[in-house]
């Protein structure tokens, strides 16, 4: 079994900045990709950015371009942060986090955390 736990969201002003973490436990062979999902109001799911276990990161185009964000990762804790910088209101969803790999089972891993909620307001 394999769990997550995120941190780090929370009510900022326009302008802002959040650091959002993820940390993974359980029973892990290997975390391949590990992401981070956003949720708007009234929104589907979308991709926000993704990390490799060697460290090569993509974003979405349409989050590259409208605030600073950068994923990053620590493999020895297997957590996965999410850095914002200059969000914007339109930035207010939940954040979810997102694990690909392999279980110690050798099964195919796909997990999801619970959500962190981000509000940037005035």
């Known amino acids: 079994q394999v769990h997550l736990v995120e941190s780090g969201g929370g009510l900022v002003q326009p302008g802002g900045s959040l650091r959002l973490s993820c940390a993974a436990s359980g029973s892990l062979l290997s975390l391949d990709y590990m992401g981070w999902y956003r949720q708007a109001p009234e929104s589907r799911r979308e991709l926000a950015a993704v990390i490799t276990g060697a460290g090569s990161t993509e974003y979405v185009d349409s989050v590259k371009g409208r605030f600073t964000i950068t994923i990053s990762r620590d493999n020895d804790k297997n957590t996965v942060y999410l850095l914002m910088n200059d969000l914007e209101p339109e930035d207010t969803a939940v954040y979810y986090c997102?694990?690909?790999?392999?279980?110690?089972?050798?099964?195919?891993?796909?997990?999801w955390g619970p959500g962190t909620l981000v509000g940037v307001s005035s």
């Open positions: 997102n694990v690909k790999g392999t279980t110690n089972w050798g099964l195919a891993l796909d997990a």
